[in-house]
Nanobody, 129 residues
Framework: QTQLVESGGGPVQAGGSLRLSCRVS????????LAWFRQAPGKQREGVAA????????LTADSVRGRFTISADNAETTMYLQMNNLKPEDTAMYYC??????????????????????WGQGTQVTVSS
């Protein structure tokens, strides 16, 4: 059974940092592409970054590249999103997700919500100016 549990969101001032965590069930962690998405009020869900712990491959959206870093801890089967230099436009509900199919992230050129079939409950990030 695939389980994804996020934590680490909260309020932060612009320019600050937060680290989100997503604890993933072990089999999913080792065999699938995992990703962070975010959704701001009134907007579509947006892919932020992805990682396949099985091969270490990553993918990062242009909108956050240079500020956000995705990583994974194999021992803890946990995925992280380190967010630095946060901006008010980063305010959103952040979700971790696992791809529908077995395999790594290398076949993805963009992060589409439709490719991911397993979702956490979300964690809110609010950046004030």
């Amino acid at each position: 059974q695939t389980q994804l549990v996020e934590s680490g969101g909260g309020p932060v001032q612009a320019g600050g940092s937060l680290r989100l965590s997503c604890r993933v069930s072990e089999w999913t962690f080792r065999n699938k592409c995992l990703a962070w998405f975010r959704q701001a009020p009134g907007k579509q869900r947006e892919g932020v970054a992805a990682i396949a712990p099985g091969d270490g491959g990553t993918l990062t959206a242009d909108s956050v590249r240079g500020r956000f870093t995705i990583s994974a801890d194999n021992a803890e089967t946990t995925m992280y999103l380190q967010m630095n230099n946060l901006k008010p436009e980063d305010t959103a509900m952040y979700y971790c997700a696992a791809r529908r199919i077995i395999g790594y992230c290398s076949t993805l050129s963009t992060l589409l919500e439709s490719d991911f079939g397993y979702w956490g409950q979300g964690t809110q990030v609010t950046v004030s100016s």
